[in-house]
Nanobody, 126 residues
Framework: QLQLVESGGASVQPGGSLRLSCAASRFTLDYYVIGWFRQAPGKEREGVSCINTRTGSTNYADSVKGRFTISRDNAKTTVYLQMNSLKPEDTGIYYC???????????????????WGQGTQVTVSS
């Protein structure tokens, strides 16, 4: 069974940057859609971004467009979320999720995902 482990969360000041990693164990992330989600205290989980690991097609929530970049490594074992110009409202636990796909795009960030990681905390505060 695919296992996902997130890392890279930290506390940063507004305007700072972080790079989150979503590492897969036991299988490579080929033919998957990988999604990044976040959940702030007292709020619903929000889809942030997704990538189709076969084609590289990406999608972003309006709230992070132009600031966040999702990418995959060539070995297709890790997906990254580069987060720049961080704002306090970006604070939350960030999760990655994976779903096998035959599609070529990532049309909907909040599609069903079978596999989920445990999350990594991101805090943006002065």
């Amino acid at each position: 069974q695919l296992q996902l482990v997130e890392s890279g969360g930290a506390s940063v000041q507004p305007g700072g940057s972080l790079r989150l990693s979503c590492a897969a164990s036991r299988f490579t992330l080929d033919y998957y859609v990988i999604g990044w989600f976040r959940q702030a205290p007292g709020k619903e989980r929000e889809g942030v971004s997704c990538i189709n690991t076969r084609t590289g097609s990406t999608n972003y929530a309006d709230s992070v467009k132009g600031r966040f970049t999702i990418s995959r490594d060539n070995a297709k074992t890790t997906v990254y979320l580069q987060m720049n110009s961080l704002k306090p409202e970006d604070t939350g636990i960030y999760y990655c999720a994976a779903q096998l796909t035959t599609q070529t795009m990532c049309k909907t960030i909040s599609q069903p995902y079978r596999y989920w990681g445990q999350g990594t905390q991101v805090t943006v505060s002065s």
